[in-house]
């Protein structure tokens, strides 16, 4: 269960919210938890949860070590603040920022061999969802992955992919169970097929999109979803508790 909190919190916030968080998640060992941050807070709460099995991993980075590339920060200055696992892809990077296929390619290369572990995201946009071309979108930013990324050094323990519908994040909108399966069992598929059944199998896929306490039952019973990457209700500790908990609930 992953906490996407996008451009929110001060540090004092995040260690606020660490602390409120920790004791109510230390019956969920069987739930991986992670929280991605902004960058000005990965070291605070890197530092509080050294001892804790929740990953903290940055939003964003760049696929260059170091250099003339301002305002940019990369691997070894994430995993030098503590940082273990970064979203790649992101929606809002690509709708917003202008991230393409090929960049986000060369990142999720980058952050494996980093050791850094990229949740990678994928998802149509409404239009696309409304005239039937969701996979037609989905199934090549899955591909575009694999002309970079060497497959066959990796297994599927290296990566996550992140299912999110555009038009369900942040929305209220959220995909139901079945186009949640669907769309995922898809990518489960090709993952097969592209990289061997064993990777498929072993692959993390996570849905995204207006996850709530009251919907991740149902998602999470899908055969093919692994997990949840939340953004709006991850922001409040007791919130993504809940989460950790519903999701420790359905795995049992
Ligand atoms: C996200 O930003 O990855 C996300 C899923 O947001 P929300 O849960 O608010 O829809």
Redesign the pocket.
């Known amino acids: 269960m992953a906490a996407?909190w996008?451009m929110n919190k001060l540090v004092r916030e995040a260690e606020d919210y660490v602390a409120r968080l920790l004791p109510q998640i230390s019956d969920a060992r069987e739930v991986d938890v992670a929280i991605f941050a902004p960058f000005t807070c990965l070291h605070a709460i890197a530092r509080m949860t050294q001892d804790a099995p929740v990953l903290v991993g940055a939003q964003d980075f760049y696929y260059e070590d170091f250099g003339a590339f301002t305002g940019e920060v990369s691997a070894p200055m994430l995993k030098d603040v503590g940082a273990g696992a970064v979203?790649v892809g992101?929606?809002?990077r690509r709708e917003i920022f202008g991230e393409t296929n090929e960049m986000v390619a060369r990142k999720t290369t980058k952050a494996v061999s980093a050791g850094l572990l990229p949740i990678v995201?994928v998802g149509e946009i409404k239009e696309e969802r409304d005239a039937g071309r969701m996979w037609e979108k989905v199934g090549a930013q899955v591909r575009a992955v694999f002309e970079y990324l060497d497959a066959g050094e990796i297994g599927g323990d290296a990566l996550v992919f992140?299912y999110?519908p555009v038009w369900?994040?942040?929305?209220?909108e959220?995909a139901s169970p079945e186009d949640a399966q669907d769309a995922i069992g898809k990518i489960r598929g090709l993952l097969g097929d592209l990289v061997g059944e064993g990777f498929a199998e072993e692959v993390r896929i996570l849905y995204?999109?207006?996850?709530k306490a009251d919907n991740i039952g149902e998602i999470m019973a899908q055969k093919d979803v692994d997990g949840?990457?939340?953004?709006?209700?991850?922001l409040e500790a007791d919130s993504f508790a809940k989460l950790v908990n519903g999701a420790k609930a359905v795995v049992e």
Do not use: D, Y
Request: glycine content about 26%.
């Open positions: 996407n996008k979203i992101h929606s809002e995201c992140a999110e369900a994040i942040g929305t209220g959220v995204g999109g207006s996850i949840g990457l939340v953004g709006g209700a991850s």
